[in-house]
């Protein structure tokens, strides 16, 4: 069993930064993938960025269109923390932000991961 346990999530004014973080624990095995995905009521979920863990293409990133240049997506060594550096962050931007993880190779799409936290709500003022 994997649990998972966001954090970091608050309420900014347009054009701050917020950093996300997301404790990982329990048996882990061989994870290959770790993103965050975010979820509105008018937009539902949507994956914002990935990061292999796996030995292939160990480190490679994908973003969602939205957040490129302006988010960051990392993972400690242990693989036991998973970050998320939100940084110009826009009103667009609020929703609620879980982490997830996956023992396939995944990009973005919500199916492939089996894990996931409770959330974090991130609330960007204008």
């Known amino acids: 069993e994997v649990r998972l346990v966001e954090s970091g999530g608050g309420a900014v004014e347009a054009g701050g930064s917020l950093t996300l973080s997301c404790a990982i624990s329990?048996?882990?095995?061989?994870?290959?993938?770790m993103a965050w995905f975010r979820r509105t009521p008018a937009t539902g979920r949507e994956g914002v960025a990935s990061?292999?863990?796996?030995?292939?293409?160990?480190?490679?990133?994908v973003y969602v269109d939205s957040v490129k240049g302006r988010f960051t997506i990392s993972v400690d060594a242990d693989k036991n923390t998973l970050w998320l550096q939100m940084n110009s962050l826009k009103p667009e931007d609020s929703a609620m932000y879980y982490c997830a993880v996956s023992y396939n190779y995944a990009a973005l799409s919500p199916d492939a991961f089996r894990f996931w936290g409770q959330g974090t709500q991130v609330t960007v003022s204008s």
């Open positions: 329990g048996t882990l095995g061989n994870l290959a993938t």
């Open positions: 990061i292999r863990t796996g030995r292939v293409g160990y480190g490679n990133t």
